[in-house]
């Protein structure tokens, strides 16, 4: 276990398309596929999506016998954390971008931010070197720690990293 990283926090969803990237942190494999058909229609035809444990070793989908997403099983590279932290980097940049948007200023306003003070909420990855630490600071946002229970998300976490007002 890497020190400093939630111990509830064991995989890493990175997830791709045209608009952006988002991210999503979840306890267990349980837990990612009863929300992966979600995930999946509210990105698209084009989402791209990267799995990873918590130490940075890519993770992959196993698909079952109807096509569907089963389990998800460890990789044979070695840990990549590098890669990792640079993809929650470029997460945090173009949920930013998304939210300095004009055309989200009258939802911000809905919810009693600015769109400088929804961005300054975002977790500040440039300094961090370390995915223990990264992953400690953006498990708030992108995992689901602020929800309600039973919920998927609470308003800030559904806004930032699904797009939905």
């Known amino acids: 276990m ?3 990283l939630p111990q509830e926090i064991n995989l890493i969803v990175i997830a791709t398309s045209p608009l952006g990237s988002r991210a999503h942190l979840y306890p267990d494999v349980k837990t990612l596929l009863t929300a992966l058909d979600g995930l999946i229609a509210a990105g698209g035809p084009n989402l ?3 799995f990873f444990d918590r130490q940075g ?4 989908p ?3 016998k109807k096509w569907q997403v089963v389990d998800i099983a460890p990789g044979v590279d070695d840990p990549q954390p590098e890669l990792v932290l640079s993809r929650l980097r470029t997460v945090v940049r173009d949920i930013e971008a998304f939210l300095l948007d004009p055309a989200l ?3 911000l306003t809905g919810m009693k931010l600015s769109p400088k003070e929804a961005a300054a909420r975002l977790p500040r990855l440039a300094e961090v070197t370390d995915l223990a630490e990264a992953v400690r600071r953006c498990d708030n946002l992108f995992g689901h720690a602020e929800a309600d229970p039973g919920h998927d998300g609470g308003v800030v976490h559904n806004l930032f990293v699904h797009g939905i007002f």
């Open 2 to 4: 890497s020190a400093g």
């Open 48 to 50: 791209r999506m990267e």
């Open 57 to 60: 070793a890519r993770m992959h």
């Open 62 to 64: 196993v698909i079952g």
């Open 105 to 107: 200023v009258d939802v």
